[in-house]
Every structure is written in structure tokens, then in C-alpha cells.
């Protein structure tokens, strides 16, 4: 970009008018895409729930739905940010070639539609023809315990996600002081490092929780008989509105209160934890007991989260060897609209990638440095909602709001905006939680220096987090390629996952080597997209 043209934009970013232009256009995009329009579809029944307090039985089952919904909810991301900060630990501070391998494949899950990941760990630890017959029987029944492991299995990568850009974005320089100074790795890590990505781990959990609380699809294909809040208004849309509106409503209502106690309690959480236990903290910061953690953390991902989610994919590696392979490439049916979907899928991933680093940065600095006042807490809040209403939900809102206010609306723009408001938080969360660990006096310091607000941005934000900004738009694009609820209730256009789901329930007639195949194709295109992406990125290193 040539210097005049962004010495222009320096000093047009001084003028209080646009900077305060940009955050209000940032606002106003926010309530008009992402909040209002899945929101509005609930209020507008509220008069409905009226019927479901003349019905203590439905009322006791729709309170059990959503007391299941939190416990698990809660359960999995505490698990998942124990598990997490070790992988991400691992990722960010290896040195070995596989790395960004590895760093990859941990994103493979969120790649997989979730419809299909359902279906993928129902074969795996249910189904007494695969892994389950080495045991002589099935692993895991349908119901609370496959549910929890399922929603391990999604939310375990938004976590590493997050965690992996706090510890690339923040100076290691930090760690070297306190090793200097004589302090073991894990004193180190204990006392310096969670105390600085606080924001992150906090960020970590609230997404994590969010992602439970509102996955539909794949929870629906191991539940059984167990019903959590999404389940419940899935078997109960058609028959009881009301219920389903209040079932929602609570969902919202209580998680935001959850989010509002968790930001209060854990900003004055003080890490590192006070207390320390030198002779036990010292011997397992090195060699064997890293090495028993690592291989534990690789255990963990591998065995519970990977190998499960990319079991309905393996039948991709025996159809390489039939007909069906040559079937595939030659566009044949029911591949030519396979190939279609696919390249819908990453067009509008990539599009809604772009939108949201476009409309959701300001966002993060908006909530990340208060710079709307006592405005900026309230947004915070607010910005986590589209992820708590359950997909399918949060779809036939938004197909009402935009086919009511602006009939002529095309299918690509309802895709857009569904996916959008889907993604929008994963983007904000992550950035948000980037800014926040920036002491402000490297910005106030800057200005003093003369600095433009862009100039700030350019030369001391962006470089300390653009590892985060990376990964809340790797995050942005793979949940956007795997979304099926949403899509399927917005627009008649398939993606790639709505095929998927469609060959897996037996609407179209495909043999289970299609199916994996198919699976394998979507993973595969994914896998080499993020891996290419990842490598330019971290290839430029930055210690």
C-alpha cells in the first residue's frame, strides 16, 4: 500500500467523527444482522408460552431439558479448557516440523458437519460392528454420557483455537525472565503465562459453553432418550410453540447471566493461584513427566476426539479402490451436485470470513477498551447470544425477519446472513480477549509519541495479535463450513454439509463408501486449505 495513501488514513482515523463512525457503523451492523433478526422470531411469540404453564408435566420436562443443557454445558467446557491447555501448550511452544500438523488437525473436528459428526461417534462408540466389537459390545450407549462426549468432541477445538492464539500472540520473552530467574516451566506457566491470557482462557470457556448449549444436529444423533434444551424444542416445535419459546428464552436469559458471572468472577480471579509446592512443581517440569503430559494431551485428542470424528470418513480409503472413486471425479450422479455444494461451502465460508474480520474487529476493540462507556459491557454480553440460540432456531427467525422486511431478498444473502450471525461471535470473542491482554500503556505511549489511532493499530495491535485475528478466522470459516441446521432452514441451496446429512439419513440413495467418501472429500479440501493457510502464516515466525 503506497505510504502516502496510508498517511491519509492516519490522520482521517484521528478525526473523532470517524473513529466514532467506524464503531457506530460497527454497532449498528451488529443489532441489525447478527442480534435483532434471531431474536425477533422469539419475542414475537411470547404470548405463546402462556400454554405451557397450564401444563405441569410439559413445564417439569422442559425445567429438566434445560437444567440438562447447563450441567453438561458446564461439565464440557471445564473439561475442555483442562484439556485444552495443554495441546494448545503443546502447539504453540513445539519446535518440531509437525506442528502446524498437528495444529491442523485439531481444527478436523469443527471442519466435520455436525450432523455427520453425531452420526460419525454413534458408529464408533456405539455401534457393536466397529471399534466396539474388540470390547464385545458397544463402548458408550446413547444418551448423557455420549452426549457429553460429542460436545467434547466440537467445543475441543474452538478451545485449542483460542488458547493456541493467546500463547503465539503474547511476548515469550515473559517465560525466559521467570526461567532466568530460576523458576521451573511449570512454576513459569503457573505464575506468568495464565495470568496473562486470562481473557483467552475466559474467552475459551464461554465458547465452548455456548457451543454445547446450542448444538441441535449431532446432539439429536446420540441423545437416545436423554433431552437437553435443543432436543427438547426439536420434539417440540411442531406441537408446542410456547414451549419452545420458553425453553429458548431460558436458555438465553441464563446463559447470559452464566457469561455476565463469569467475566465478573473470573477478572478478579487472581492467577497465578497463590500458594506454590517448589520440590513437586520442579519435577514435573521436566522430561518424564513432560513427556507422560504430552503423551497423555496426544491420547486425549487423538483416541476421543480425532479418530471418532473421522470414523464415518474411513470408509473413503476402501472406495478409493472401487468404481466409485473414477464416479466421483467424473461429476456423476449424485456426485455433480456433491461438487456444487462443495463450492458453495467454501465461497460463502470464505465470504463470511471476510465480512467478519471486516465488522467484527471494531467490535472487539469496542468491547476489549470500552470505548462506548458503559455501553461496551452490555455489547459483550450481547455479542455472545447467536451461539446460544439453538441453529435450527435460530434459522427459521432469521428466514422470517428477512423474507418479512425484505421479501426480494435472494437465498445467497439469507446464507450470508444466517452464517454470519453464526460465526460473528467466534471472530469477536477471540479478537476481544486478544486486545484485552495489551497493557494499554504500549497504546497511550504511541499517542504520546504522535501516533495516529491507525498508526496504534498497524504497528502495536495488529503485530500482537494477528495470531488470534488467524485463528478467530480460521474458527469463523470452519464452523461455517460445517453449519447444516441453520442452512437447511434458510435457503433451499445445499451446502456441503446438507448433501452430507441427506445421504446420511437416506434421502438420497448412496451406499456407506459414498457417504465416507464423501465425508473424506470435505475433510481432505479443508484440511489443505487451513494446513497451506497455517504455514504462511507461522511461517514467518515470530521467535
Same mark, same amino acid.
Not at 512454576?187 to 448449549?213: C, H, N
Given at each position: 500500500?503506497?505510504?502516502?495513501?496510508?498517511?491519509?488514513?492516519?490522520?482521517?482515523?484521528?478525526?473523532?467523527?470517524?473513529?466514532?463512525?467506524?464503531?457506530?457503523?460497527?454497532?449498528?451492523?451488529?443489532?441489525?444482522?447478527?442480534?435483532?433478526?434471531?431474536?425477533?422470531?422469539?419475542?414475537?411469540?411470547?404470548?405463546?408460552?402462556?400454554?405451557?404453564?397450564?401444563?405441569?408435566? &410439559?413445564?417439569?420436562?422442559?425445567?429438566?431439558?434445560? $437444567?440438562?443443557?447447563? *450441567? =453438561?454445558? #458446564?461439565? +464440557?467446557? !471445564? /473439561?475442555?479448557?483442562?484439556?485444552?491447555?495443554?495441546?494448545?501448550?503443546?502447539?504453540?511452544?513445539?519446535?518440531?516440523?509437525?506442528?502446524?500438523?498437528?495444529?491442523?488437525?485439531?481444527?478436523?473436528?469443527?471442519?466435520?458437519?455436525?450432523?455427520?459428526?453425531?452420526?460419525?461417534?454413534?458408529?464408533?462408540?456405539?455401534?457393536?460392528?466397529?471399534?466396539?466389537?474388540?470390547?464385545?459390545?458397544?463402548?458408550?450407549?446413547?444418551?448423557?454420557? &455420549?452426549?457429553?462426549?460429542?460436545?467434547?468432541?466440537? $467445543?475441543?477445538?474452538? *478451545? =485449542?483455537? #483460542?488458547? +493456541?492464539? !493467546? /500463547?503465539?500472540?503474547?511476548?515469550?520473552?515473559?517465560?525466559?525472565?521467570?526461567?532466568?530467574?530460576?523458576?521451573?516451566?511449570?512454576?513459569?506457566?503457573?505464575?506468568?503465562?495464565?495470568?496473562?491470557?486470562?481473557?483467552?482462557?475466559?474467552?475459551?470457556?464461554?465458547?465452548?459453553?455456548?457451543?454445547?448449549?446450542?448444538?441441535?444436529?449431532?446432539?439429536?444423533?446420540?441423545?437416545?432418550?436423554?433431552?437437553?434444551?435443543?432436543?427438547?424444542?426439536?420434539?417440540?416445535?411442531?406441537?408446542?410453540?410456547?414451549?419452545?419459546?420458553? *425453553?429458548?428464552?431460558?436458555?438465553?436469559?441464563?446463559?447470559?447471566?452464566?457469561?455476565?458471572?463469569?467475566?465478573?468472577?473470573?477478572?478478579?480471579?487472581?492467577?497465578?493461584?497463590?500458594?506454590?509446592?517448589?520440590?513437586?512443581?520442579?519435577?514435573?517440569?521436566?522430561?518424564?513427566?513432560?513427556?507422560?503430559?504430552?503423551?497423555?494431551?496426544?491420547?486425549?485428542?487423538?483416541?476421543?476426539?480425532?479418530?471418532?470424528?473421522?470414523?464415518?470418513?474411513?470408509?473413503?480409503?476402501?472406495?478409493?479402490?472401487?468404481?466409485?472413486?473414477?464416479?466421483?471425479?467424473?461429476?456423476?450422479?449424485?456426485?455433480?451436485?456433491?461438487?456444487?455444494?462443495?463450492?458453495?461451502?467454501?465461497?460463502?465460508?470464505?465470504?463470511?470470513?471476510?465480512?467478519?474480520?471486516?465488522?467484527?474487529?471494531?467490535?472487539?476493540?469496542?468491547?476489549?477498551?470500552?470505548?462506548?462507556?458503559?455501553?461496551?459491557?452490555?455489547?459483550?454480553?450481547?455479542?455472545?447470544?447467536?451461539?446460544?440460540?439453538?441453529?435450527?432456531?435460530?434459522?427459521?427467525?432469521?428466514?422470517?425477519?428477512?423474507?418479512?422486511?425484505?421479501?426480494?431478498?435472494?437465498?445467497?444473502?439469507?446464507?450470508?446472513?444466517?452464517?454470519?450471525?453464526?460465526?460473528?461471535?467466534?471472530?469477536?470473542?477471540?479478537?476481544?480477549?486478544?486486545?484485552?491482554?495489551?497493557?494499554?500503556?504500549?497504546?497511550?505511549?504511541?499517542?504520546?509519541?504522535?501516533?495516529?489511532?491507525?498508526?496504534?493499530?498497524?504497528?502495536?495491535?495488529?503485530?500482537?495479535?494477528?495470531?488470534?485475528?488467524?485463528?478467530?478466522?480460521?474458527?469463523?470459516?470452519?464452523?461455517?463450513?460445517?453449519?447444516?441446521?441453520?442452512?437447511?432452514?434458510?435457503?433451499?441451496?445445499?451446502?456441503?454439509?446438507?448433501?452430507?446429512?441427506?445421504?446420511?439419513?437416506?434421502?438420497?440413495?448412496?451406499?456407506?463408501?459414498?457417504?465416507?467418501?464423501?465425508?473424506?472429500?470435505?475433510?481432505?479440501?479443508?484440511?489443505?486449505?487451513?494446513?497451506?493457510?497455517?504455514?504462511?502464516?507461522?511461517?514467518?515466525?515470530?521467535?
Amino acid at each position: 500500500m503506497p505510504r502516502k495513501f496510508v498517511e491519509k488514513l492516519d490522520k482521517l482515523s484521528s478525526k473523532s467523527a470517524v473513529k466514532y463512525g467506524v464503531y457506530l457503523t460497527a454497532v449498528v451492523l451488529f443489532f441489525a444482522l447478527i442480534l435483532v433478526p434471531p431474536i425477533l422470531g422469539i419475542v414475537i411469540k411470547w404470548e405463546t408460552m402462556q400454554e405451557i404453564f397450564g401444563n405441569s408435566e &410439559l413445564l417439569t420436562r422442559a425445567l429438566n431439558a434445560v $437444567s440438562n443443557s447447563f *450441567v =453438561v454445558a #458446564v461439565a +464440557v467446557s !471445564a /473439561l475442555d479448557v483442562a484439556a485444552g491447555i495443554p495441546m494448545a501448550w503443546l502447539i504453540a511452544r513445539s519446535r518440531s516440523r509437525w506442528a502446524n500438523v498437528l495444529d491442523t488437525l485439531a481444527d478436523v473436528p469443527f471442519i466435520v458437519p455436525t450432523a455427520v459428526l453425531g452420526y460419525s461417534l454413534l458408529l464408533f462408540w456405539y455401534n457393536p460392528k466397529t471399534v466396539s466389537e474388540i470390547f464385545w459390545g458397544s463402548l458408550v450407549s446413547p444418551g448423557i454420557f &455420549l452426549v457429553a462426549l460429542l460436545h467434547f468432541t466440537f $467445543s475441543y477445538p474452538v *478451545v =485449542v483455537r #483460542v488458547i +493456541v492464539g !493467546a /500463547l503465539l500472540d503474547y511476548k515469550i520473552e515473559y517465560e525466559q525472565a521467570a526461567r532466568t530467574l530460576g523458576a521451573p516451566p511449570f512454576t513459569t506457566a503457573r505464575t506468568v503465562t495464565l495470568g496473562i491470557i486470562k481473557p483467552s482462557l475466559i474467552a475459551a470457556f464461554i465458547l465452548a459453553f455456548a457451543r454445547s448449549i446450542s448444538e441441535t444436529g449431532a446432539t439429536m444423533m446420540v441423545a437416545g432418550a436423554f433431552e437437553n434444551g435443543p432436543i427438547f424444542i426439536q420434539n417440540t416445535k411442531d406441537t408446542y410453540v410456547g414451549a419452545t419459546v420458553f *425453553v429458548s428464552l431460558t436458555l438465553i436469559v441464563i446463559s447470559c447471566l452464566i457469561f455476565a458471572m463469569v467475566r465478573v468472577l473470573g477478572g478478579r480471579l487472581k492467577l497465578p493461584i497463590k500458594g506454590a509446592w517448589p520440590t513437586i512443581e520442579r519435577k514435573i517440569s521436566y522430561s518424564k513427566a513432560v513427556s507422560a503430559r504430552n503423551s497423555v494431551t496426544l491420547f486425549i485428542f487423538f483416541v476421543i476426539v480425532l479418530v471418532p470424528s473421522l470414523f464415518a470418513a474411513l470408509p473413503a480409503f476402501e472406495a478409493l479402490f472401487t468404481d466409485i472413486f473414477p464416479k466421483a471425479l467424473s461429476s456423476a450422479y449424485p456426485w455433480d451436485s456433491y461438487w456444487q455444494s462443495l463450492v458453495l461451502s467454501y465461497s460463502l465460508g470464505a465470504t463470511v470470513t471476510f465480512l467478519n474480520i471486516l465488522i467484527g474487529l471494531p467490535m472487539a476493540i469496542i468491547v476489549a477498551r470500552k470505548r462506548l462507556g458503559s455501553l461496551s459491557p452490555i455489547l459483550n454480553t450481547l455479542i455472545d447470544i447467536p451461539i446460544i440460540v439453538p441453529s435450527v432456531a435460530l434459522g427459521v427467525s432469521l428466514r422470517f425477519f428477512w423474507k418479512e422486511t425484505v421479501a426480494f431478498i435472494s437465498e445467497d444473502w439469507l446464507l450470508i446472513f444466517a452464517h454470519l450471525a453464526i460465526t460473528y461471535p467466534y471472530f469477536v470473542r477471540s479478537m476481544a480477549a486478544a486486545i484485552e491482554r495489551i497493557s494499554l500503556e504500549l497504546e497511550e505511549a504511541s499517542r504520546t509519541l504522535g501516533a495516529k489511532p491507525l498508526c496504534v493499530f498497524r504497528t502495536i495491535v495488529f503485530p500482537l495479535t494477528k495470531y488470534s485475528m488467524f485463528s478467530g478466522a480460521i474458527m469463523v470459516f470452519t464452523r461455517s463450513v460445517s453449519e447444516t441446521g441453520a442452512t437447511l432452514a434458510v435457503a433451499q441451496r445445499k451446502t456441503a454439509p446438507v448433501v452430507l446429512v441427506e445421504w446420511v439419513k437416506g434421502k438420497v440413495a448412496v451406499s456407506p463408501l459414498e457417504i465416507g467418501l464423501g465425508c473424506g472429500f470435505l475433510i481432505l479440501i479443508s484440511f489443505i486449505i487451513l494446513l497451506t493457510l497455517r504455514l504462511i502464516v507461522r511461517g514467518k515466525g515470530r521467535y
